[in-house]
């Protein structure tokens, strides 16, 4: 299973919600991340987690709160979300995380629209 | 600091035409470099990578030489196809945990 498989595959939201991604691996891999990626545009680092462990937060706004349940689990929770937050929100996991060429695995996305 | 410098797009091509993506980085430290491919509504891809100077990455039909002197990355492809219609990204890596992405470059071959 070489897959990073997310739920759901597209969410209307509104600013007043709480949703959460879901995002799930089964390669044991021991790093996971969070990017967004508005339309037309590279990926944007959100959050990284290593062993479980939240590694690096690229200045994310608290309205998105990630959650590293297991190995194989990553959530982001949203709550009081604005229009600008509406993209594609990709997870992604890595055997490690120290390696300079590890191979990201990424997920097809959440598709999200926040109105 | 670190940062990928695509050539714009977007591109159209013929199929069997032949493909060059620029892909210039600027870096401190010793990079890995990479291409990411993402097709239409689906995620990223590791098309190829290259981890040192004068390595060659090569995958389905693509290849990207590693060039230390010229810091560039740029990806070829001699015979494009339909399947090939894609958003191609360059990407680098020092010692964290951060992708540095390029801007993306959409390639869109017609048949």
């Known amino acids: 299973d070489t897959e990073v498989t997310q739920t759901p595959k597209h969410l209307v939201m509104g600013m007043t919600n709480k949703k959460s991604l879901k995002c799930e691996q089964h390669m044991g891999h021991r790093a996971m991340y969070w990017y967004k990626q508005k339309a037309k545009k590279p990926p944007e680092l959100m959050f990284v987690?290593?062993?479980?462990?939240?590694?690096i937060n690229e200045s994310v706004p608290s309205r998105f709160s990630p959650e590293c349940p297991n190995s194989s689990l990553l959530n982001l929770h949203l709550h009081a979300l604005q229009p600008e937050d509406s993209a594609l929100y990709l997870c992604a996991s890595s055997q490690g995380a120290g390696a300079t060429n590890e191979k990201l695995f990424f997920g097809s996305g959440t598709q999200l629209s926040v109105l | 600091g670190n940062s990928v410098t695509q050539m714009e797009g977007p591109v159209t091509l013929s199929e069997e035409a032949f493909l060059t993506i620029n892909c210039t980085y600027t870096a401190t430290g010793y990079p890995s470099l990479f291409w990411y491919v993402q097709y239409p509504g689906e995620g990223l891809q590791l098309l190829l990578k290259a981890t040192k100077a004068d390595d060659k990455g090569s995958n389905k039909g693509f290849e990207a030489t590693y060039r230390k002197e010229t810091t560039s990355f740029h990806l070829e492809k001699g015979s494009v196809q339909v399947s090939d219609s894609a958003v191609y990204f360059c990407a680098l890596r020092v010692n964290d945990y951060k992708l540095s992405f390029g801007a993306g470059t959409t390639v869109t071959v017609r048949a």
């Open positions: 987690y290593s062993y479980e462990k939240l590694s």
